[in-house]
């Protein structure tokens, strides 16, 4: 059982270009979020989806986009990077979205915009 | 403990000693509480949680102690080994689940060998 991965592991991207991170997890869970971990500050919330077919907006959701079409797969995409979107990102998925359900984190993608 | 800013905070442990981990949480309604792990390079690793109605819970070679009077988590971590070389950081969940977690920024553990 890998649990969840990630793709790609790390990437340099000029501004403006599109970009699609990738999380799949194969622990059957209903709920999958994406984080962005920045240095000085904590994991913050992009979007989240408790359930395949639903999603929602985390704390800070602008310049990103996602997807939720089955269970396992939950692309985060940035439509147009900007430099600011340089950080290392995370996805994590739980059974459940109480709280109570123990989250696990993919490895991360560590992305650069130029 | 764990403050904004740019550095993180650093504790250094001598192998085999026990370790104390503090964190700070900000909403006196937060009902539910976890320590992660994160290794360098990895991502964050669930250790232990505990729920607002209790002050104390017990793991292997971990503890955490809820004081909800001060706001103040803390992580201990007996005898600690070079593999608990990482950062640790807090997560406090109020009403709303995970889409509603604040996490804290983390202190890192050094032990010396």
């Known amino acids: 059982i890998a649990g969840i991965t990630q793709a790609p592991t790390s990437q340099i991207l000029a501004a403006g270009r599109r970009m699609t991170l990738r999380c799949t997890q194969d622990?059957?869970?209903?709920?999958m979020y994406w984080y962005r971990q920045d240095l000085g500050l904590g994991l913050r919330l992009i979007h989240y989806s408790n359930t395949a077919g639903t999603t929602g907006k985390g704390e800070v959701p602008d310049g990103y986009s996602v997807s939720r079409a089955n269970t396992d797969d939950f692309p985060l995409t940035l439509a147009s990077a900007v430099p600011s979107q340089t950080s290392v990102y995370f996805c994590?998925?739980?059974?459940?979205?109480?709280?109570?359900?123990?989250?696990?984190f993919g490895p991360g993608t560590r992305l650069t915009v130029l | 403990g764990e403050s904004v800013g740019l550095h993180l905070p650093t504790l250094s442990v001598q192998e085999g000693d026990n370790s104390i981990i503090n964190c700070a949480y900000s909403?006196?309604?937060?009902?539910?509480f976890i320590w992660y792990k994160q290794e360098s390079g990895k991502g964050p690793q669930f250790i232990i949680d505990i729920r607002s109605n209790m002050d104390k819970r017990q793991g292997q070679r971990v503890t955490v102690l809820l004081n909800k009077t001060v706001k103040h988590l803390s992580l201990q971590i007996a005898a600690t080994q070079p593999g608990d070389s990482a950062v640790y950081f807090c997560?406090?969940?109020?009403?709303?689940?995970?889409?509603?977690?604040?996490f804290g920024i983390g202190t890192k553990l050094q032990v010396i060998p």
């Open positions: 622990m059957r869970h209903n709920a």
């Open positions: 909403n006196s309604a937060s009902d539910y």
């Open positions: 994590a998925s739980s059974d459940g979205w109480g709280g109570t359900d123990t989250q696990y």
């Open positions: 997560a406090e969940i109020h009403s709303g689940g995970y889409q509603k977690v604040t």
